[in-house]
Antibody, heavy 116, light 107 residues
Framework: QVELVQSGSELKKPGASVKVSCKTS????????MNWVRQAPGQGLEWMGW????????TYAQGFTGRFVFSLDTSVTTAYLQISSLKAEDSAVYYC?????????WGQGTLVTVSS | AIQMTQSPSSLSASVGDRVTITCRAS??????LGWYQQKPGKAPKLLIY???SLYVGVPSRFSGSGSGTDFSLTITSLQPEDFATYYC?????????FGQGTKLEIK
């Protein structure tokens, strides 16, 4: 059974950075693309981009360039989302989701709250 | 970017009802569309992929149809556990884009 387990909730101050992890299990890590999806409070789903787990090459959606970085550590089958210079509007639940076309498996979500 | 427009944005129905949610793409996307169900506080789950293929383990009361620009998700004989928010997602090209969601509530 494939499982994506994300790191726990984070409370950060404006201007700080956060790194969310997404650990996969029970399948070949490089077999799937890894996507990141944001959900602001009470809002819908927003695709942030994806990272090619074979090459490590990231692709970012418009609006998620500059402060957002996707990365991998294949040795521990984990994907990461790092957000720098946090703003209040970055407060959201962030999901990792595996799959190039259909998003078969999802992490449980990580709540990031940005507040002074 | 391809715009995905879902309708309705919310829907009230009763257990046992049949409901249909639609999704329209701003340009043709072949059959490159999936449907996802999300319950409060939970991650989305894949229901349908390639517009009409039922994902493993998903009850057969869920079905999808459409191609090109117009798609629909139909749930026959609604069950209590089906009350949730549903999203379409196009995987025709990048950036991937979701519909705005349809909240299905109990009447």
């Amino acid at each position: 059974q494939v499982e994506l387990v994300q790191s726990g909730s984070e409370l950060k101050k404006p201007g700080a950075s956060v790194k969310v992890s997404c650990k996969t299990s029970d399948y070949t890590f490089t077999s799937y693309a890894m996507n990141w999806v944001r959900q602001a409070p009470g809002q819908g789903l927003e695709w942030m981009g994806w990272i090619n787990t074979n090459t490590g090459y990231p692709t970012y959606a418009q609006g998620f360039t500059g402060r957002f970085v996707f990365s991998l550590d294949t040795s521990v089958t984990t994907a990461y989302l790092q957000i720098s210079s946090l703003k209040a509007e970055d407060s959201a639940v962030y999901y990792c989701a595996s799959g190039y076309d259909k998003f078969d498996y999802w992490g449980q979500g990580t709540l990031v709250t940005v507040s002074s | 970017a391809i715009q995905m427009t879902q309708s309705p944005s919310s829907l009230s129905a009763s257990v046992g009802d049949r409901v249909t949610i639609t999704c329209r793409a701003s340009q043709g996307i072949r059959n490159d569309l999936g449907w996802y169900q999300q319950k409060p506080g939970k991650a989305p789950k894949l229901l349908i992929y390639a517009a009409s293929s039922l994902y493993v383990g998903v009850p057969s009361r869920f079905s999808g149809s459409g191609s090109g620009t117009d798609f629909s998700l139909t749930i026959t004989s609604l069950q209590p556990e089906d009350f949730a928010t549903y999203y379409c997602l196009q995987d025709y090209n990048f950036p991937r884009t979701f519909g705005q969601g349809t909240k299905l509530e109990i009447k």
